[in-house]
């Protein structure tokens, strides 16, 4: 069905191919995963397949893509519309209409289908998705998981024989990437569609792919079974890595298959003690260093947060979990004071830091935003930093820069903050914030677009800025995270604080939010594939 | 589909029953009329009386879309129109005599050099100046108002649907716009919230760059993003047309539209020899005709759900061409209640027949069917693009729109 002869993909102003020679043969049917490091040519690899790559990006492509017959070489993607359909990171912003109705007949109107055709095609697909209800809705009203499902059907209504989605989940919370995920394999399983699909979290997905498409960081592309592919694979989701700690073949990929046959290792785990998941939280002395009381925030008619409570302590790290739209950001940049507080108070250190000027809240409350691209504006590295230096009364010159080298070595002055990695452009903005040497840091989603290794990376930080004292919040829907990096976890529904406690008591009693590890070896109380590690100690496998 | 369409079509009862969109041509031409009936008066009564027409409608059958909410803004921008209209006139009053008009208060007069003769800054405020001054706002101020009661009634995007398909790029260009435009909003106030962040309050030409740039960067960054949808979904495959034909179309094209400005000229200018007058005018427009028809060959779109033209938008077009018809026939049979005379002062009447005509254009607001409502429970979005506080502004429509009981 997709056939790639020997492609190279060159971009003009970089020397190193991002596709290098790859030769590749999707069948019909399949779903293939692609998968690799943050900044690698996934993208690359999906935009070629329905020619946006390089009739829309620029970019030199040797070789030949051949989709269903047509090269598209001389294809353009528009001429290609009804054999491939494409679902972007952002389906909000790839959205032409209004409704949800209208949107699922826009590529039909392109292609010329009859009306009674497009009649009934909308409706099959309205029951496909299971998104009959929202027919007239407006587009951006929807929930972020029904968002990404209209952008799906609105593809699929031409009937492509491909659909190739980047990154479909990644802004999900796990209930909604539930639901985005059974509406793929339902098309994969029902319809026979070919579905190309690139995630980062691979927990999620790996165990409905039939091959895996690893693109390496020299642009060269390995072709796989899932559980040969991950055997080695640079990246790899927690029950992977169980398997591979005690030694499963074949390797698991969901959490049932691990489960049949942890049987064992349960048994030479359960007797030891179970190992601490955190370094033991500094001070020891409980004291508070935010404390927040009866926190309203409304937006017009809509109660966002309402009337919260909450405590946070030196040296400890915090994760805000809860679906989208249940007020976790609005919760935090009411915290830092930047954002709009109805009601209620927050004290840090005897000061309000909604009443203080910005310059001065940002020394007790930082804040990273969920688009840390919104903070930059200078053109590069070093005029940021230089900046940062000089925005904060209490840092010296260049501490901004010591700070960013401690968090993420190797970013050179010259560069555009643009051009960063979305890790790396994290750590500059965590960088620019932290030189007001704040007490209290806030993260609003950092683990969006982050592969296993930068999100290591990232807990690395994080532990550093416990254990000088700072307390971390952590808004994210990423549950392996939060059971590496998180001592506490606050959930959120609607605006209340529902759940509240140390990491393993909250995310253990939801299944939703449980993580692979403890889902696997319940009813021990492992999180991590690192304690499990520990508890094997020397004598693994 | 169409025979049962068709028997219901001539039942009013049954259209009005079912909620639907109305053709957005209808609401253009009932809006139109009403703007044609108002520029033909300054009447103060009528006037305000159109406005109360507008306003009635509007409530009763705008949906919850964003734009649905512009009317209040066209007020706002009616409203402004005729202050600055009347402190205008106030300043730049102009010499009266003052011994046959009403003087409200004389502002101190500033000279102006020589070249400037005929203008006068300053002096007496007359009443009967004000009043014409208001009578004109007013009359310009319900002009925009027809405008924005268009523009909430009908979709903007629909309405550009009955375009011809030669002119259909033009019409995604307004599309993408108008998408693109709410979005910039919302980034740019993300962007001036997240700038707090950094301690950043600073004004003027740093504050510029600073919110500048990562919003331009981001707009840039979304239109793409919709520019690669749209090409990957099939927008503008050009079915068959050679480049021959194109360029036949192009040169069509230009040919009319050079005829029409041709005949325009020569219709205005007494002076010009008589072929590029009407001849002029009707070879350009012919020549239009068929660029359009020809241009509109190549593109291949089909259309979902195109609005039906039935009864109600019958019945809502010339709801609004009466009062038009009924006011030019007026102003042609001299009815002098329709401009009341500032200069000697008198109160303005108000005559029978236009007002019946105005208040007939009122019949749109039950004829109309209801427009589609969605239910009122709709989950809100937080995630994504925008933070927290953004989700009171990721939906551009914020609450509920209040339902008209």
Known sequence: ?541 | MTVTSRSHRWSLAAHRRLPRTLHPVAWWVWALGLATAASRTTNPVLLLLIVAVLGVVVAARRGEAPWARAFRYYLGLALAVVVIRVAFRSLFGGAVDVTTVHVLVTLPRIPLPRWAAGIQLGGAVTLEGTVGALYDGLRLGVLLCCLGAANSLANPKRALRVLPGALYELGVAVVVSLSVAPQLVESVQRVRRARRLRGDTAVGRHALRSIAIPVLEDALERSLRLAAAMDSRGYGRTGTASPRDRRVTGVLMIGGMAGLCAGAYGLVDAGAPGVLGLPALLAGAALCCVGLVLGGRRVRRSQYRPDPWALAEWVVAVSAVVPAAVLVAAVGHGVAALNPSTDPLVWPTLPAIPTVAILFAAVAGVAAPPPIRSASTAPRREDGRSPAPADAVSSPAGPPVEVPA
């Open chain 1, 1 to 541: 069905m997709i056939e790639f002869d020997r492609v190279t993909v060159t971009y003009p102003d970089s020397d190193r191919a991002v596709l290098a020679d790859v030769d590749l043969t999707i069948a019909e049917g399949e779903l293939a995963l692609v998968v690799g490091r943050t900044g690698v040519g996934k993208s690359t690899l999906l935009g070629a397949v329905n020619g946006l790559v390089p009739h829309f990006t620029g970019g030199t492509l040797a070789g030949r893509v051949v989709v269903a017959g047509r090269d598209t070489r001389t294809h353009k993607p528009r001429e290609l519309a009804d054999v491939v359909g494409v679902v972007g990171q952002d389906p909000l912003s790839g959205f032409v209409t209004d409704t949800v109705e209208e949107e699922l007949a826009y590529a039909m109107e392109q292609l010329a289908v009859p009306a009674d055709v497009m009649r009934k095609r909308v409706e099959e697909t309205l029951d496909l998705l299971g998104i009959a209800e929202l027919r007239d809705r407006p587009l951006h009203q929807l929930s972020g998981g029904q968002q990404q499902r209209v952008a799906i059907g609105s593809v699929m209504t031409a009937h492509p024989a491909v659909l190739v989605l980047d990154e479909p989940t990644s802004a999900l919370d796990p209930t909604a990437a539930e639901e985005v995920l059974a509406a793929v394999t339902r098309l994969v399983h029902d319809l026979g569609v070919t579905v190309l699909l690139a995630e980062h979290r691979l927990e999620r997905v790996v165990q409905y792919a039939d091959r895996l498409i690893e693109v390496r960081e020299d642009g060269s592309v390995m072709v796989g079974e899932p559980a040969a592919m991950l055997a080695a694979c640079t990246v790899a989701p927690p029950v992977v890595e169980l398997g591979r700690l005690a030694g499963w073949d074949p390797l698991p990929l969901s959490v049932r298959d691990a489960r049949r046959r942890a049987g064992p290792l349960r048994e030479r785990i359960t007797a030891r003690p179970v190992p601490a998941r955190r370094p033991p939280t500094v001070g020891g002395t409980r004291r508070p260093t935010l404390s927040a009381r009866g926190v309203t925030v409304r937006y017009g008619a809509v109660t966002a947060v309402r009337g919260v409570d909450m405590d946070l302590h030196a040296g400890e790290v915090l994760a805000l979990m809860g679906r989208n739209g249940s007020g976790k950001s609005s919760l935090l940049w009411a915290l830092q004071g930047s954002g709009p507080r109805q009601r209620g108070r927050v004290d840090v250190g005897g000061d309000d830091p909604g009443s203080l000027p910005p310059a001065q809240a940002r020394a007790l409350v930082g804040l990273v935003p969920q688009e840390p691209a919104d903070l930059l504006y200078l053109d590069t590295v070093a005029q940021e930093l230089d900046q940062a230096d000089h925005e904060s009364a209490t840092a010296g010159r260049g501490s901004a820069r010591g700070l960013l080298d401690r968090l993420a070595p190797g970013i050179a002055d010259p560069c555009h903050p643009r051009d960063l990695s979305e890790g790396q452009r994290l750590s500059l903005v965590l960088a620019v914030q932290l030189a007001a040497a704040p007490t209290v840091v806030l993260l609003d989603e950092p683990t969006r677009g982050l592969d296993y290794a930068a999100k290591r990376s990232l807990i690395g930080i994080v532990d550093r800025l416990a254990a000088e004292g700072r307390t971390v919040v952590i808004a994210t829907h990423d549950v392996e995270f939060v059971a590496a990096a998180a001592d506490r976890v606050v959930v959120m529904g609607a605006g209340d604080v529902i759940a509240d406690g140390p990491t393993a008591d909250v995310v253990v009693a939801s299944p939703a939010f449980a993580p692979q590890v403890a889902k696997i070896l319940a009813p021990l109380d492992y999180l991590t594939v690192d304690q499990v590690r520990a508890a094997l100690g020397g004598s693994a496998p």
